[in-house]
């Protein structure tokens, strides 16, 4: 639920009895795409907003943190990963962070909605810069056919850059999607899943997450928490699976000698980031 007050962007969640809300200048694009309502506003203080049936997707202050977290983890816990998938993630970002690893050969991203992707290009052009990359592929439409439709054996990393469970992306967050997944990867192969919030989902989203991973095969199941201000609560997180490998150990000499520049992720970040609060480990223990 949304509300436009004056010059404020406002995501009501009316469940939390919370409220985010954005100072904008103005709006800069509305449509309503076959999948979804698309705006795209100029605010004050945190630069263009991306917003998807009245959630907030990403800002341009601020979506570093998602992206980071989204991909260098991953990116540096697989030995060696050549072939990456993302599915959704149409404002590019996360496409950008996986082809600084110059390790990766090719990577796919599908996304249902080319809309996302077209006025990402137009209003967040920082975060498309890697688009013509001869390593870069897409494929507009549907991630959880396209998993299906994959080779075995395929792929080193598949990474859900989706919106939230419901809608086109329900099918997202499900055990047949996980096990397509774990018959696309190769061994030490890893999906990765925005995982909403710690404190809102942990027992309900997170807490299922783990459960339909494990189900479908993954042996190994851990979320990471990064903070992100534009999302409920602040606080967000990712949830990894590894197909037959632990996912605690990291290339951290890689990660301390990475050839681009982060803002957020680091090895010791990393490292920060597979602690797990108390009350979560409490209530993922098995
Ligand atoms: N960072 C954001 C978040 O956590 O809310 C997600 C950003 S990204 C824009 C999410 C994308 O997932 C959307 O563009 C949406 O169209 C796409 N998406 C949703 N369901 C999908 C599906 N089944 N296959 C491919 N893309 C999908």
Not at 130 to 136: C, F, L, M
Not at 259 to 267: A, C, L, Q, S, W
């Amino acid at each position: 639920m949304t509300a436009l007050n004056e010059s404020w962007f406002t995501e009501i969640f009316q469940d939390q009895g919370t409220a985010f809300s954005l100072q904008i200048n103005r709006k800069l694009h509305e449509e309503q795409t076959e999948f979804q309502k698309l705006e795209i506003y100029d605010t004050a203080t945190f630069g263009n907003l991306m917003v998807l049936d009245g959630c907030v997707m990403l800002t341009a202050r601020d979506n570093f943190l998602y992206h980071e977290m989204m991909t260098h983890p991953a990116l540096f816990t697989h030995k060696n990963p050549k072939n990456v998938v993302i599915i959704g993630g149409g404002d590019c970002g996360t496409l950008r962070e996986v082809l600084r690893h110059p390790g990766v050969e090719e990577a796919w991203q599908v996304e249902i909605d080319e809309r996302v992707t077209r006025n990402s290009e137009k209003y967040f052009p920082d975060l498309c810069e890697s688009n013509e990359d001869p390593r870069a592929n897409f494929f507009f439409g549907d991630g959880i056919q396209w998993i299906r439709d994959r080779a075995p054996n395929s792929v080193d990393l598949i990474i859900v850059d989706s919106t939230d469970p419901v809608g086109p992306a329900e099918g997202l967050f499900a055990t047949d999607f996980y096990r397509d997944c774990l018959l696309a990867l190769r061994d030490g192969g890893i999906v990765v899943q925005q995982s909403e919030s710690p404190l809102l989902h942990a027992d309900t989203i997170i807490k299922t997450i783990h459960q339909d991973m494990k189900k479908a095969g993954f042996d190994h199941v851990h979320t990471l928490p990064f903070p992100q201000p534009v999302y409920p609560t602040g606080w967000w997180s990712c949830t990894l699976g590894g197909k037959d490998k632990p996912l605690r150990y990291f290339r951290e000499a890689d990660a301390a000698d990475r050839p681009f520049v982060t803002r957020y992720y680091n090895e010791a970040i990393h490292k920060a980031a597979l602690a797990q609060p108390q009350f979560m480990v409490d209530l993922l223990a098995d």
